[in-house]
C-alpha cells in the first residue's frame, strides 16, 4: 500500500519507520531525549526486516542520538538507497561524542553545513524530504529557511522539504515554497488533530504523524503499573511536552481513552498497534503514519497494518463517539 507524499509526487509506503528510538540515549542538559539504550545489530536487523516487509518510507533527524540514528540507518539501507525514502530533520546542534546537545540554528549556513553532515552520516548524496525541527519558529521569520531549502533542492542534495509542526499558521508559510510538501504532526487514535489534516488537503501536503502509537500506549505494552527508567524521554525527568506519561508512569486519562476503543481497534484480528494504525490510514488518505521500530517483531506488525488496510468508515464513527 503506497501513498503519494504531497505535491512532490513521491511514492513511499504508507506507513514508514521512525527512527528516533534506535538512536539510543542523549541529553539536554540533564533531561533525557532518547528511548534508552539500543543495540546497533538489533537495529540494522529491524531495518531490513522493515524493507523485506514493504516499508520504504524511513524518518529520522540529525538530533536522535546526537547523529547516531542517522548513521544506523546509513548503515542498514545503503545497500538499497534507490529502493527507500529518507526523510531527515535540521534545527539542532550536538556533540557526537558526548550526546549532548549544545545548540540550534536556522541560519543558511548552518542549514547548509547539517545538511552536509546529514547526507555524510546518511551515506547518500540526496535526502528524500529534509523537515524543519522547530515547531515554534516564528512564521514570519521562516522566509530565508524556505529560501535556503529551495537552493538545496536546485543543488541535488535534497528533493522536496516539510516542516514539523503542530500550528497551522507555520504550515501554511511554508507551504508557499514551491518545493514543499509535506508537514509533521501528532495524530493518533487517542488525540486527533482536525486542523492540520485539513490544512493537508487544502494545500495538498502529505501529513507524516508523529506519535502514532501515543509513544508506546497504543501498543498495548504498557499498564497502570508500568514504570519508565530515568534515561528514557517517558521516565521520570520526562520534558514538559511529555503527556502519554506522567512521572514515569502512563498517562491515567490516555489509558482510560484507550480502554474505552481497543476493542474496536483489535476487532478482525488485528493487533492493538495495527489497529491504531489502521485508524490514521482511515483518517486521511495523506496520512503516513511513522511508529518507532526496533525490532523484526515491531517491524512485521506494522506492515501487518499495511495489508490489514484503514479501519472502516463505522467503525471511526463508533471511535469518534466514545471519545467525545
Known amino acids: 500500500?503506497?501513498?503519494?507524499?504531497?505535491?512532490?509526487?513521491?511514492?513511499?509506503?504508507?506507513?514508514?519507520?521512525?527512527?528516533?528510538?534506535?538512536?539510543?540515549?542523549?541529553?539536554?542538559?540533564?533531561?533525557?531525549?532518547?528511548?534508552?539504550?539500543?543495540?546497533?545489530?538489533?537495529?540494522?536487523?529491524?531495518?531490513?526486516?522493515?524493507?523485506?516487509?514493504?516499508?520504504?518510507?524511513?524518518?529520522?533527524a540529525n538530533i536522535y542520538g546526537a547523529g547516531h540514528s542517522e548513521r544506523v540507518l546509513g548503515n542498514a539501507l545503503s545497500s538499497k538507497r534507490e529502493k527507500v525514502i529518507i526523510a531527515t530533520?535540521?534545527?539542532?546542534?550536538?556533540?557526537?561524542?558526548?550526546?549532548?546537545?549544545?545548540?540550534?540554528?536556522?541560519?543558511?549556513?548552518?542549514?547548509?553545513?547539517?545538511?552536509?553532515?546529514?547526507?555524510?552520516r546518511l551515506k547518500t548524496d540526496y535526502i528524500d524530504l529534509y523537515q524543519f525541527h522547530n515547531g515554534g519558529y516564528a512564521a514570519d521569520e521562516a522566509g530565508e529557511v524556505i529560501e535556503t531549502l529551495e537552493s538545496l533542492v536546485d543543488e541535488g542534495k535534497i528533493r522536496s522539504y516539510g516542516w514539523s509542526t503542530d500550528d497551522p499558521?507555520?504550515?501554511?508559510?511554508?507551504?508557499?515554497?514551491?518545493?514543499?510538501?509535506?508537514?509533521q504532526f501528532q495524530l493518533n487514535a487517542l488525540r486527533d488533530n482536525a486542523e492540520m489534516v485539513a490544512l493537508c488537503d487544502e494545500l495538498d501536503l502529505a501529513g507524516l504523524n508523529r506519535g502514532p502509537l501515543a509513544m508506546g500506549l497504543l501498543t498495548g505494552k504498557y499498564t497502570r503499573e508500568s514504570t519508565l527508567p530515568d534515561n528514557d524521554v517517558r521516565g521520570p525527568n520526562a520534558p514538559e511536552w511529555m503527556r502519554y506519561f506522567e512521572n514515569g508512569r502512563p498517562s491515567q486519562e490516555f489509558l482510560n481513552r484507550l480502554d474505552s476503543i481497543r476493542e474496536i481497534l483489535t476487532s478482525n484480528g488485528r493487533t492493538l498497534a495495527q489497529g491504531a494504525l489502521g485508524w490514521l490510514l482511515a483518517r486521511s488518505g495523506r496520512t503516513f503514519p511513522i511508529p518507532g521500530i526496533r525490532t523484526v517483531k515491531q517491524a512485521a506488525e506494522n506492515a501487518g497494518a499495511l495489508e490489514k488496510g484503514p479501519l472502516t468508515g463505522q467503525q471511526m464513527s463508533e471511535i469518534a463517539e466514545l471519545l467525545t
Open 169 to 183: 499558521a507555520r504550515a501554511r508559510a511554508f507551504a508557499e515554497g514551491e518545493h514543499c510538501t509535506a508537514v
Open 1 to 60: 500500500m503506497k501513498r503519494t507524499m504531497g505535491r512532490s509526487g513521491i511514492e513511499a509506503s504508507a506507513i514508514g519507520m521512525g527512527c528516533w528510538a534506535i538512536g539510543g540515549v542523549f541529553y539536554r542538559g540533564e533531561t533525557p531525549v532518547g528511548w534508552g539504550e539500543v543495540d546497533d545489530r538489533e537495529s540494522d536487523t529491524a531495518i531490513n526486516a522493515a524493507v523485506e516487509h514493504g516499508i520504504t518510507l524511513f524518518d529520522t
Open 89 to 120: 530533520k535540521f534545527w539542532s546542534m550536538f556533540d557526537e561524542e558526548t550526546r549532548e546537545v549544545t545548540g540550534a540554528s536556522a541560519s543558511p549556513e548552518d542549514i547548509r553545513t547539517a545538511c552536509d553532515q546529514s547526507l555524510r
